[in-house]
């Protein structure tokens, strides 16, 4: 992991794995009500291709914030899985839900079709079942 120190925060990325797909960045903010545990946030996963300039994001960004930023190498099936999906389609209006299972479906399909790897193949296809795209 490198830490990037900025003026009043720093930024942690962590090192892509070959398994690794996507990448995303997570932060966290003040706790909710009643509870003594920070939130987390995060960001839409992007292709890992898109790496150097998710860190350059998060530097950029870092400052704004209260508390650091961690730019995430994720596995396909680790940035879609169920819960992170839900919070992101929370998010966004009926077309941009339609966008992004799209994206997600598309993301997948590559995947099984052109990856080498048995686990990514393995993570995309659980990813499509999960979603109701194809059936087990």
């Known amino acids: 992991m490198t830490v990037i120190q900025t003026k009043t925060n720093h930024v942690c990325a962590y090192e892509a794995l070959p ?11 003040p706790p909710e009500e009643g509870s003594n545990y920070l ?21 950029s960004m870092a400052d704004a914030m209260a508390y ?23 998010l966004k209006t009926d077309e941009q839900r339609a966008q992004f299972r799209e994206h997600v479906v598309t993301t997948c399909v590559t995947l099984m ?24």
């Open 68 to 90: 650091p930023l961690h730019v995430l190498p994720v596995t396909v099936a680790e940035g879609f899985a169920r819960e992170n999906r839900e919070r992101l389609e929370a």
């Open 19 to 29: 398994a690794h797909t996507h990448v995303h960045v997570v932060w966290h903010g």
């Open 113 to 136: 079709r052109d990856s080498d790897d048995s686990d990514v193949r393995e993570g995309a296809f659980s990813v499509l079942v999960d979603m109701g795209v194809v059936d087990q």
């Open 39 to 59: 939130r987390p946030f995060g960001g839409m996963p992007v292709p890992i291709t898109q790496y150097q300039e998710t860190v350059d994001w998060a530097v």
